[in-house]
Antibody, heavy 123, light 105 residues
Framework: QVQLQEWGPGLVKPSQTLSLTCTVSGGSIGSGGHYWSWIRQHPGKGPELIGY???????YYNPSFKSRVTIAVDTSKNQLSLRLTSLTAADTALYYC???????????????WGQGILVTVSS | DIQMTQSPSTLSASVGDRVTITCRASQSISRWLAWYQQKPGKAPKLLIY???TLQSGVPSRFSGSGSGTEFTLTISRLQPDDFATYYCQHYKSPTFGQGTKVEIK
């Protein structure tokens, strides 16, 4: 069964850039068939898709983040990464990486999630 | 953008009860809907996709139905492990529903 594990800094200063990495085990990003995503969740709220990527490098980004986000894959390391710039306190949330399926641009549902990493934006 | 509205926001029920959660879309979304269960401190878990297809390993007491704009998640006989928050998700919306917390009555 596929497993995902996020890692990165738990505390980032306002205006700085967040960089997170997700290591995938039990499945290969490069084998295709699935899309790999970053999702965040504010306390007490529903999850929110940040964006997803296919092993080929094709990406979809939530328009709410489009100017600030970059998602990439490294198939040799079986990892995906998230880069989110110009952070504010509103970016404080639990960040998940996930595997999922897509039925066309902007159509996606995740089927396996990592356990999540709490990121706090504060000086 | 298509808006998804879940109801109720909180539901109090007892073990053995039949529980129904509703998700309404602001316009037709065909059958492109998934349901998730989330327990405190854990990641969401996929229960149902494409409105009514049970994810592998999910107990058969969970079922989904609907099409167009109205969808339901039903738990036929609530078990102690089912007390959690449930979210619907339209595949083409980047945000999930607001959630329904199922709590012990």
């Amino acid at each position: 069964q596929v497993q995902l594990q996020e890692w990165g800094p738990g505390l980032v200063k306002p205006s700085q850039t967040l960089s997170l990495t997700c290591t995938v085990s039990g499945g290969s990003i490069g084998s295709g068939g699935h899309y790999w995503s970053w999702i965040r969740q504010h306390p007490g709220k529903g999850p929110e898709l940040i964006g997803y990527i296919y092993y080929s490098g094709t990406t979809y980004y939530n328009p709410s983040f489009k100017s600030r986000v970059t998602i990439a894959v490294d198939t040799s390391k079986n990892q995906l990464s998230l880069r989110l710039t110009s952070l504010t306190a509103a970016d404080t949330a639990l960040y998940y990486c996930a595997r999922g399926l897509s039925y066309g641009s902007g159509s996606y549902y995740p089927d396996y999630w990592g356990q999540g990493i709490l990121v706090t934006v504060s000086s | 953008d298509i808006q998804m509205t879940q109801s109720p926001s909180t539901l109090s029920a007892s073990v053995g009860d039949r529980v129904t959660i509703t998700c309404r879309a602001s316009q037709s979304i065909s059958r492109w809907l998934a349901w998730y269960q989330q327990k405190p401190g854990k990641a969401p878990k996929l229960l149902i996709y494409e409105t009514s297809t049970l994810q592998s390993g999910v107990p058969s007491r969970f079922s989904g139905s609907g099409s167009g704009t109205e969808f339901t998640l039903t738990i036929s006989r609530l078990q102690p492990d089912d007390f959690a928050t449930y979210y619907c998700q339209h595949y083409k919306s980047p945000t999930f529903g607001q959630g329904t917390k199922v709590e012990i009555k």
